[in-house]
């Protein structure tokens, strides 16, 4: 539960720099600091929990996810509306929502709920700042969903394994936690 507290309060107190920004008329520089806020929020997390094998999953999935989403910048080479190179997919896009589907899995849904909200609002920023499409975003949001899910394992993990030996038959069941 204190984690689920300090999630809301970081992500809380990055909601509303983000607002003043907004209320600016400066929504790309609102979904930037909610961005850094979703990357805080989940490494924050792993370091509060210890969570070396989180870290080492947090790790694959991000290294994948920017190689993947810069690999395809640069081969598909799409035009922004604003005129510029690299639309196709959204980064900021796919680290939000690699970081939202991290605590999701790693962590359970009721934790994630709030990076979930904010990887929204860096997709919506990203459009609405016209430096992405509608696709863009949505192709960022897959992709960066897709690695985290790949790479991590929930912490609550129960294996059953069946043990049949000579004289003896059960099961062997282990829950980590």
């Given at each position: 539960?204190?984690?689920?507290?300090?999630?809301?309060?970081?992500?809380?107190?990055?909601?509303?720099?983000?607002?003043?920004?907004?209320?600016?008329?400066?929504?790309?520089?609102?979904?930037d600091i909610v961005l850094a806020g979703l990357v805080g929020a989940t490494s924050?997390?792993?370091?509060?929990?210890?969570?070396?094998?989180?870290?080492?999953?947090?790790?694959?999935?991000?290294?994948?996810?920017?190689?993947?989403?810069?690999?395809?910048?640069?081969?598909?080479?799409?035009?922004?509306?604003?005129?510029?190179?690299?639309?196709?997919?959204?980064?900021?896009?796919?680290?939000?929502?690699?970081?939202?589907?991290?605590?999701?899995?790693?962590?359970?849904?009721?934790?994630?709920?709030?990076?979930?909200?904010?990887?929204?609002?860096?997709?919506?920023?990203?459009?609405?700042?016209?430096?992405?499409?509608?696709?863009?975003?949505?192709?960022?949001?897959?992709?960066?969903?897709?690695?985290?899910?790949?790479?991590?394992?929930p912490t609550n993990v129960i294996s059953v394994v069946p043990v049949v030996e000579?004289?003896?038959?059960?099961?062997?069941?282990?829950?980590?936690?």
């Amino acid at each position: 539960m204190k984690l689920f507290k300090l999630f809301a309060f970081g992500l809380l107190i990055n909601i509303f720099i983000s607002s003043y920004c907004f209320a600016l008329d400066d929504v790309e520089l609102a979904g930037d600091i909610v961005l850094a806020g979703l990357v805080g929020a989940t490494s924050g997390s792993i370091v509060y929990m210890k969570d070396k094998d989180g870290a080492v999953q947090y790790g694959e999935s991000a290294l994948s996810n920017l190689g993947l989403t810069y690999g395809l910048k640069t081969t598909i080479d799409k035009k922004r509306p604003n005129g510029k190179k690299g639309s196709f997919p959204s980064a900021h896009t796919s680290v939000a929502f690699q970081n939202a589907v991290f605590v999701h899995k790693r962590y359970g849904l009721k934790k994630a709920i709030p990076l979930y909200l904010g990887a929204s609002f860096v997709g919506f920023s990203r459009v609405e700042s016209k430096q992405h499409y509608v696709e863009d975003v949505l192709a960022g949001a897959g992709l960066g969903a897709l690695c985290s899910m790949y790479f991590t394992k929930p912490t609550n993990v129960i294996s059953v394994v069946p043990v049949v030996e000579s004289k003896f038959y059960g099961v062997f069941v282990n829950l980590k936690w």
